[in-house]
């Protein structure tokens, strides 16, 4: 019963490939986030959508393409994948005027 | 633009002690969120508490309990009868609302050894 679900929990791939990885959230929360933790552990806002709608949009790299099918689910996309794209990719979600959010597991992505 | 500072970026206690993480914030909203989230080495994200700001009591969870105070815009956690369980990276968290959604925005992190 995973309430925010991440795949792949891992991910090895070479310079130049497109990925996606995959969010699902079984919470009936409205709002679903990317976050990426770098090699410092910090963590920044990528992406958010509300209903489907996005909401946050950092200053990405246009080659991050998020997509909200619908609400419960949130995938992203890296095209033309560059070595300091290597981090740990969190899916959050949460319901609007509720407190804090709930995360999944993290998607450690290597770029070699 | 709000900001998040944990000064602290490694902190050690031995088991069943008490130990202190400090966060300051900077922000110009009245009303806000702020969270401590602890990410031990399976790195998953966890919620250990919460703190409404228009609220003046302290929040509490078992053993971890929160120092807050809003003009000084400082939010340390206190962790009490530490546990090997409780070394993790810690993070505080404001929570911001931008364009009717909540974004985090999240201090650098302190580690924190528990010693046997």
């Known amino acids: 019963d995973t309430a925010v679900s991440q795949t792949p929990k891992y991910l090895v791939t070479q310079m130049g490939n497109d990925k996606s990885i995959k969010c699902e959230q079984n919470?009936?929360?409205?709002?679903m986030y990317w976050y990426k933790q770098d090699s410092k552990k910090f963590l920044k806002i990528m992406f958010s959508y509300n209903n489907k709608e996005l909401i946050i949009n950092e200053t990405v790299p246009n080659r991050f393409s998020p997509k909200s099918p619908d609400k419960a689910h949130l995938n992203l996309h890296i095209n033309s994948l560059e070595l300091g794209d290597s981090a740990v990719y969190f899916c959050a979600s949460s319901l609007t005027g509720a407190g804090g959010y709930t995360f999944g597991s993290g998607t450690r992505l290597t770029v070699v | 633009a709000q900001t998040v500072t944990q000064s602290q970026p490694e902190m050690s206690v031995q088991e069943a002690e008490t130990v202190t993480l400090s966060c300051t914030y900077d922000t110009s909203e009245s009303d806000y969120y702020l969270f401590w989230y602890k990410q031990p080495p399976s790195r998953q994200m966890i919620l250990v508490i919460r703190q409404e700001a228009y609220k003046q009591q302290n929040a509490t969870e078992n053993r971890f309990s929160v120092n807050f105070q809003k003009a000084a815009k400082s939010f340390s956690l206190k962790i009490s009868d530490s546990q090997l369980g409780d070394a993790a990276m810690y993070f505080c968290?404001?929570?911001?609302?931008?364009?009717?959604?909540?974004?985090?925005?999240f201090g650098t992190g302190t580690r924190l050894k528990v010693l046997a």
């Open positions: 919470l009936g929360h409205d709002t």
């Open positions: 968290a404001y929570r911001t609302v931008t364009s009717g959604t909540y974004k985090y925005i």
